[in-house]
């Protein structure tokens, strides 16, 4: 890899500076495709709960860059005989790239047009593309083998552990960096004694036996975060809005109704005919600007979910353990009495339906998502599955809060309270006017 004659810094919250000191790395920043995440929040609709929540993928993945470059740096230094040299390459292009797939709002819109922006990413790096173009130019093979680090099919499975694992540069600076920028000091985790007790082992990542506070103060700062931060209900609420606008955008195409005004590649997106150029051209300056027009459709309820989004008039919410079909027609009746439209209006949300999973010592089976067990490296050289060890990490490992949320207007049930039975006004505590002057 050729070095760059001067080395390049940027200025960064989290890790203070990122070094970038080899041409290719550089390049590739300098992508129309890498720069392209300049203009897609990290952490979609947050920005609705907490406010400074603005960072983007960009930011993310020059940190995700620069943890990755850290360790290598370590391993080499150290020159640990089960880290493939060679593979310094392949890791920092998959670390600085494993982004690059995310649509606008990416995890709701995903969910609505049943996109994986792994799989965008996987397209970016092998068709037609500035950034392919670039790494074909360094070698032939490498937009394929980075491609496959992303897919998690290669064949140095040490370099897919850095990308994607349990105790990975990715979940190490979007912990961290989603920490600094909500305001919070859940994700904040030791990373320097962390990175000195990662060790190469057997094709995989492990960590020093001397590093297991280290790791149950991350772990710990994980779960928090999930459900501080990534399952917060008021940010599940703009996601619920966000996903009603495209479904109602969607059904109103399929009935062939005439929009005052689209864009090509969101109509593109609808219709399911989205090509590449298509994708890379959507970020979330162009959704909201769609959201913005879409506010003065002729079709009432696409304006309103549009309006509430802009506006951030989000849906309340009701917590329960349990929700009984019998209670649940009765509630879709009360809407529609009304005048709301259920398929719109009321959304059951349990808040592990997300793209984020916690500490798990198996394999899952509710996402799908989790990886192997993070293992300690004993003084002896065997290996022990942390939670084995740690009653912290083993109290949390897998555990999950078995509660639904139920989104709804408020302002439409208060409004109408008149229309409603007793029964309905209790369960989402609905009072009479005369209780409510007198309170």
Not at 381 to 402: F, N
Request: glycine content about 4%.
């Amino acid at each position: 890899m050729s070095t760059l004659k001067e080395e390049k810094v940027f200025k960064d919250p989290v890790h203070s500076y990122i070094y970038v000191q080899d041409e290719l790395i550089w390049n590739l920043i300098n992508s129309a495709e890498f720069q392209r995440l300049r203009r897609i929040r990290q952490l979609g609709t947050t920005f609705l709960t907490f406010h400074g929540a603005e960072h983007s993928r960009f930011s993310h993945s020059l940190g995700v860059y620069e943890i990755t470059r850290r360790i290598i740096s370590q391993f080499e230094r150290y020159n640990y005989p089960d880290w493939p040299k060679e593979e310094r390459i392949v890791a920092l292009c998959a670390a600085l790239l494993h982004d690059i797939g995310h649509a606008p709002f990416s995890h709701s819109i995903e969910e609505i047009f049943e996109t994986d922006h792994e799989q965008w990413t996987v397209k970016i790096l092998l068709e037609d593309t500035e950034i392919n173009h670039i790494l074909a130019a360094y070698a032939p093979d490498l937009p394929l083998k980075v491609a496959q680090v992303i897919q998690k099919t290669y064949s140095q499975s040490i370099v897919v552990s850095l990308i994607s694992s349990q105790l990975d540069a990715d979940r190490m600076d979007y912990l961290l960096r989603d920490a600094y920028f909500t305001g919070t000091d859940y994700g904040n985790f030791d990373l320097e004694r962390i990175l000195r007790v990662l060790r190469p082992h057997q094709g995989t990542i492990v960590v020093k036996e001397s590093g297991m506070h280290a790791v149950e103060h991350y772990l710990m700062s994980r779960y928090q975060m999930y459900w501080q931060i990534y399952f917060h209900p008021v940010t599940r609420s703009s996601e619920i809005i966000l996903r009603q606008i495209f479904k109602r955008a969607k059904q109103l195409y399929t009935e062939k109704y005439t929009f005052q005004w689209m864009d090509p590649a969101i109509f593109s997106l609808i219709e399911g005919t989205l090509h590449l150029n298509s994708y890379l051209s959507l970020d979330e300056s162009l959704v909201q600007y769609t959201f913005s027009r879409w506010q003065h459709e002729n079709d009432q309820l696409l304006s309103e979910l549009c309006e509430r989004f802009l506006n951030r008039k989000l849906y309340k919410y009701i917590t329960a353990t349990e929700m009984p079909e019998q209670w649940l027609e009765e509630i879709k009746k009360a809407f529609t009495s009304i005048g709301l439209d259920p398929e719109y209006h009321m959304e059951i949300d349990y808040p592990m339906d997300r793209p984020y999973d916690i500490y798990r010592t198996e394999q899952p089976i509710i996402s799908g998502r989790e990886k192997a067990p993070i293992m300690l490296l004993e003084k002896d050289g065997t290996l022990t599955e942390i939670a084995s060890k740690s009653d912290i990490i083993s109290s949390i490992s897998g555990l999950h809060q078995g509660r639904f949320h139920l989104y709804y207007p408020e302002e439409a049930l208060i409004r109408h309270r008149h229309q409603l039975s007793a029964r309905i006004k209790q369960i989402f505590n609905i009072q009479d006017e005369e209780q409510s002057s007198n309170d």
